[in-house]
């Protein structure tokens, strides 16, 4: 299975941008790249997914690089409440399973 | 909706003893999941099923059974509880639209200490 590889922590100021890089340096090409979040200790919350193009929904934007090496998910306005554990996950084919990472976590500062 | 739901919240357990973790899902799902979480880890794949009648093994599916007798249950069974299955435990569903459409909804977990 292909494998994520994200930074531990990251700090962002309340009302900046936060972006959270992953590399997926093994990622095949039918692989999509998903991103969830995890507040405290609840279940993981899915944000946005893309397989190539750069997506953005009311939660977030997604750029994936050209080679899909590698993915940033951008909070545009992070608040407090963004202050999570975010995971990139790469889907595998056939059965959907996800293989979870320890993620980056965001704390984001007042 | 309420999406899925697991119960119990929380349970203590003794070494040895037995229980079933339920899971259930109004979304009409065909794809279900347990995972469990340790401490400051991300969740590791305990067993799923791709529709009723029909499951299979995760990363880690040593000490758990289940079954999915219905598209709405998915109950995760410990029969001999160990202190190495103390965790948080997370059901989660799918739609089984293909990788474009494979988001999971999660359950507010189970957490259980084996003690």
């Known amino acids: 299975d292909a494998k994520t590889t994200q930074p531990t922590s990251m700090d962002c100021a309340e009302g900046r941008a936060a972006n959270l890089p992953c590399n997926h340096s093994?990622?095949?090409?039918?692989?999509?790249v998903y991103w969830y979040r995890q507040i405290h200790s609840q279940g993981p919350q899915y944000i946005i997914h893309?397989?190539?193009n750069n997506e953005t929904n009311e939660m977030a934007s997604l750029i994936i690089t050209e080679d899909r090496k590698s993915s940033t998910l951008i909070l545009p306005h992070a608040t407090l409440r963004d202050t999570a554990v975010y995971y990139c996950?790469?889907?595998?084919?056939?059965?959907?399973?996800?293989?979870f990472g320890t993620g980056t976590r965001l704390k984001v500062l007042a | 909706n309420a999406g899925v739901t697991q119960t119990p919240k929380f349970r203590i357990l003794k070494i040895g003893q037995s229980m079933t973790l339920q899971c259930t899902q109004d979304?009409?799902?065909?794809?279900m999941y347990w995972y469990r979480q340790d401490p400051g880890m991300g969740l590791k794949l305990i067993y799923y099923?791709?529709?009723?009648?029909?499951?299979d093994k995760g990363e880690v599916p040593n000490g758990y059974n289940v079954s999915r007798s219905t598209t709405e249950d998915f109950p995760l069974r410990l029969e001999l509880a160990a202190p190495s299955q103390t965790s948080v435990y997370f059901c989660?569903?799918?739609?089984?639209?293909?990788?474009?459409?494979?988001?999971?909804?999660f359950g507010a977990g189970t957490r259980l200490s084996v003690l």
């Open positions: 989660a569903s799918s739609y089984s639209g293909g990788l474009a459409k494979n988001i999971q909804y």
């Open positions: 093994t990622i095949s090409g039918n692989e999509y």
């Open positions: 893309g397989l190539k």
């Open positions: 996950i790469l889907t595998t084919s056939g059965t959907y399973k996800y293989i």
């Open positions: 979304m009409n799902h065909n794809y």
């Open positions: 099923s791709v529709g009723a009648g029909i499951t």
